[in-house]
């Protein structure tokens, strides 16, 4: 669990669902049910921790994340929503990465615990303050269903009298023993890489980690897998709703940059990303909604 933060329960919700809090307030979702452990913050409706009973954790978080209403957390699943990457220029100046739905805090619609397993879904809403950068009306739910697997979906939904387009992703940062322990498989043959100009470029399905890495992949058309030799484990990822796979690591120069990850950080760390990079986005119809999702599963042995 989150063991390097000292929380206080606020709510008890059901027997493994509660609210929990740190001294300044910042408040989290727990879940302590028979078959693993999980948590979200409500601030970004961010998964922040999964951990199935007798194995390592699938989600990685950051040691020294940030936890205050401005910032995004490192590590985790970030939203990021309604853009990816940098707004349009023509949203303004000066606007957040990836969109506000990180930065923003969420509320708890709906929350259900099961034998196997609990449903989460966290909603946020348009407010005049996120009017001010991006005009539309919307709710965002984030559902979430865990089990023996992670799945999270994604819903946008058009509450305003006029269509919009968006960008986003599911910024899945999972959890790894060492990056010469790991390949991953399944991936489209192309790929725009943006530590080289976004240049599109071809390759092998299959990736080893031995370096930075900031690839826009074309979407996959099985599910991809992550085999970590060290934790005899692979981890499958299956997406939907997306156009591309994201995978990222800031390897040693970046990881040093970051203030809220160790300079190690990046050697448990790595980012498969459920994702929409297209220019045009999705466009949502007035009354209508879009879905993206991931689903994430583990298979040792």
């Known amino acids: 669990m989150l063991c390097h933060i000292s929380l206080f329960k606020i709510k008890t919700l059901s ?13 989290f979702l727990i879940i302590e049910h028979k078959k693993f452990n999980a948590a979200f913050a409500l601030h970004g409706g961010h998964l922040v921790h999964f951990q199935l009973k007798e194995q390592q954790p699938i989600i990685w978080l950051s040691k020294t994340a940030i936890y205050n209403q401005q910032k995004a957390i490192r590590g985790g699943v970030p939203v990021c929503w309604p853009w990816f990457g940098a707004a349009d220029k023509s949203l303004g100046e000066n606007l957040p990465a990836h969109g506000f739905a990180r930065t923003s805090k969420w509320e708890l619609a709906a929350h259900n615990e099961f034998p196997e397993g609990v449903e989460i879904e966290l909603r946020l809403t348009d407010s005049a303050a996120t009017r001010d950068i991006w005009p539309f009306q919307f709710e965002l739910l984030l559902k979430a269903t865990l089990t023996d697997q992670i799945k999270l979906e994604l819903i946008s939904k058009n509450t305003g009298n006029i269509p919009f387009s968006y960008r986003g992703a599911l910024h899945s940062y999972l959890n790894i023993s060492t990056p010469e322990s790991c390949a991953i498989s399944g991936l489209n043959n192309h790929y725009n890489d943006s530590l080289d100009n976004g240049l599109a470029k071809s390759g092998d399905s299959t990736l080893q ?20 030799k060290q934790f005899n484990r692979q981890l499958i990822i299956d997406n939907s709703g997306n156009d591309a796979e994201v995978l990222w690591t800031p390897w040693i120069a970046g990881a040093k940059a970051f203030a809220d990850m160790p300079d190690q950080g990046y050697k ?16 949502v119809k007035p009354g209508h909604s879009h879905s993206l999702s991931t689903t994430i599963r583990s298979h040792t042995g």
């Not at 027997?15 to 408040?27: H, L, V």
């Open 268 to 283: 448990t760390m790595f980012c498969i990303e459920s994702a929409i990079t297209n220019k045009s986005g999705v466009r």
């Open 15 to 27: 027997t493994a669902i509660s609210i929990q809090a740190d001294a300044a307030g910042y408040e």
């Open 209 to 228: 980690i031995t370096g930075p890495i900031d690839a826009i992949y074309k979407k996959a058309l099985s599910p991809i897998t992550l085999s970590d």
